[in-house]
Antibody, heavy 118, light 108 residues
Framework: QVQLVESGGGVVQPGRSLRLSCAASGFTFSKFAMHWVRQAPGKGLEWVAI????????YYADSVQGRFTISRDNSKNTLYLQMNSLRPEDAAVYYC???????????WGQGTLVTVSS | EIVLTQSPATLSLSPGERATLSCRASQSVYSYLAWYQQKPGQAPRLLIYDASKRATGIPARFSGSGSGTDFTLTISSLEPEDFAVYYC??????????FGQGTKVEIK
């Protein structure tokens, strides 16, 4: 079965960096685009970034453009999110999600919590 | 950016009752709309895609309708496990992929 497992969250000071990972299994990872979606405490869902199956195309939300970088390693079945210059408003649970067929968020990981605080 | 507005914010109902949730788009999204269910402490789960198609394993009591700018998620008879937050999401015009702000279905 499809499984997505995020890791790398934690407490970080404003202005510092963090890298999240999402390990995928149970499907052919290299055939699917992947997303990051976040959810601030008590708030709704916010799309963060997408990367195409072979890493040729990437898009970002305006709120993270220039600070976050999405990448993937298809040989390791792993998705990444490099987060730089973190701000308090970046604090959230970060989910990785598969861009399915049809292209909706058809599978999600359990999420990893990022706290930005001094 | 397409804005999705969900109503009501909270729906208070009893088990066995019918739930009707609304999602309105700021411009047409054709039928490129999905609904997700999220329970406390869990990731969202895809319920409905392309406005009216049930995702794999989703019970028949969940149904979606609408096209263009107005969409509805109906739960025909609420089961205890259906009390949760529901989000709509569009994939018509991207980036960004956008979600509604959510409707909480709570036990009355």
């Amino acid at each position: 079965q499809v499984q997505l497992v995020e890791s790398g969250g934690g407490v970080v000071q404003p202005g510092r960096s963090l890298r999240l990972s999402c390990a995928a299994s149970g499907f052919t990872f290299s055939k699917f685009a992947m997303h990051w979606v976040r959810q601030a405490p008590g708030k709704g869902l916010e799309w963060v970034a997408i990367i195409s199956s072979v890493e040729t195309t990437k898009y970002y939300a305006d709120s993270v453009q220039g600070r976050f970088t999405i990448s993937r390693d298809n040989s390791k079945n792993t998705l990444y999110l490099q987060m730089n210059s973190l701000r308090p408003e970046d604090a959230a649970v970060y989910y990785c999600a598969r861009d399915g067929e049809p292209p909706y968020f058809d599978h999600w990981g359990q999420g990893t919590l990022v706290t930005v605080s001094s | 950016e397409i804005v999705l507005t969900q109503s009501p914010a909270t729906l208070s109902l009893s088990p066995g009752e019918r739930a009707t949730l609304s999602c309105r788009a700021s411009q047409s999204v054709y039928s490129y709309l999905a609904w997700y269910q999220q329970k406390p402490g869990q990731a969202p789960r895809l319920l409905i895609y392309d406005a009216s198609k049930r995702a794999t394993g989703i019970p028949a009591r969940f149904s979606g309708s609408g096209s263009g700018t107005d969409f509805t998620l109906t739960i025909s008879s609420l089961e205890p496990e259906d009390f949760a937050v529901y989000y709509c999401q569009q994939r018509s015009n991207w980036p960004p992929w956008t979600f509604g702000q959510g409707t909480k279905v709570e036990i009355k």
